[in-house]
C-alpha cells in the first residue's frame, strides 16, 4: 500500500497550488481521504477530507472558502486545490486513507512540502 504525494513547491502569497495523492494498493474508491500538514515546530493539523463516495467535504476553519478536495477514483488521486495561499500555509502536506470513512487514518503517504513566501 502506498500513497504519494506530489506537487508541492515556493508559491507567493495570494499564489494558488494544487497537490495532488496518488494510491496504489488498495482499493481507493472504498476509502475517504483526508489532507494534513505539518508546519515546522508545530504538531500535525487536519486540514480537509472528501468521502468515500466523493460527496461529502469537510475543511479546518484556516483553510476553509481557500481550498478544495476532489477525487478521481479513476486515476486513484485525491486532489488539493489551495488558491489564495498564505505564509501560515507553509508545511509539509501529507495525505491519509480510511476505510470506509471508519476508524483512523492509515494508511499514510509522504508528504509533499509547500512554500508560501510574503
Known amino acids: 500500500v502506498q500513497l504519494q504525494a506530489s506537487g508541492g513547491g515556493l508559491v507567493q502569497a495570494g499564489g494558488s497550488l494544487r497537490v495532488s495523492c496518488t494510491a496504489s494498493?488498495?482499493?481507493?474508491?472504498?476509502?475517504?481521504m483526508g489532507w494534513f500538514r505539518q508546519a515546522p515546530g508545530k504538531d500535525r493539523e487536519f486540514v480537509g477530507s472528501?468521502?468515500?463516495?466523493?460527496?461529502?467535504?469537510y475543511y479546518a476553519d484556516s483553510v476553509k472558502g481557500r481550498f478544495t478536495i476532489s477525487r478521481d477514483n479513476a486515476l486513484n488521486t485525491v486532489y488539493l486545490q489551495m488558491n489564495s495561499l498564505k505564509p501560515e500555509d507553509t508545511a509539509v502536506y501529507h495525505c491519509a486513507g480510511r476505510k470506509w470513512d471508519i476508524g483512523d487514518y492509515d494508511p499514510w503517504g509522504q508528504g509533499t512540502l509547500v512554500t508560501v513566501s510574503s
Open positions: 472528501i468521502s468515500w463516495r466523493g460527496d461529502n467535504t
Open positions: 494498493g488498495l482499493t481507493f474508491g472504498s476509502y475517504g
